[in-house]
């Protein structure tokens, strides 16, 4: 377990960010996600920035953006990838998630 933040987290991350971290679990295990807090540019489509969370076992992935806080994710998986991306204008303070 743990906590993953966003860069410069509590206070607003900077442009041009391309992060990668991965969580791995022992096999039969599951991995748990919880979000503490969101507060990355909003587009419909998080097309600027973004928090994407993948589970590498399955190919399954689920992109976040804006203020509404994601609800927690249960995966029955050993690996999640997690990425953030921001473009090159407007932020915000970012993520913070538990695992
Ligand atoms: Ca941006």
Do not use: Q
Not at 15 to 39: Q, V
Not at 40 to 60: F, Q, S
């Amino acid at each position: 377990s743990g906590t993953l933040v966003s860069p410069n987290y509590p206070y607003p991350y900077a442009t041009g960010l391309r992060c990668l971290s991965i969580i791995r679990a022992p096999k039969h295990s599951f991995i748990m996600i919880t979000f503490e807090h969101m507060d990355i540019e909003d587009e419909e489509y998080c097309l600027y920035d973004w928090l994407k969370i993948v589970d590498l076992d399955r190919n399954i992935s689920a992109k976040h953006c804006g203020k509404i806080i994601p609800a927690d994710l249960l995966m029955d998986t050993t690996m999640v990838e997690i990425r953030f991306f921001s473009d090159n204008a407007e932020g915000g303070v970012g993520y913070k998630l538990n695992y």
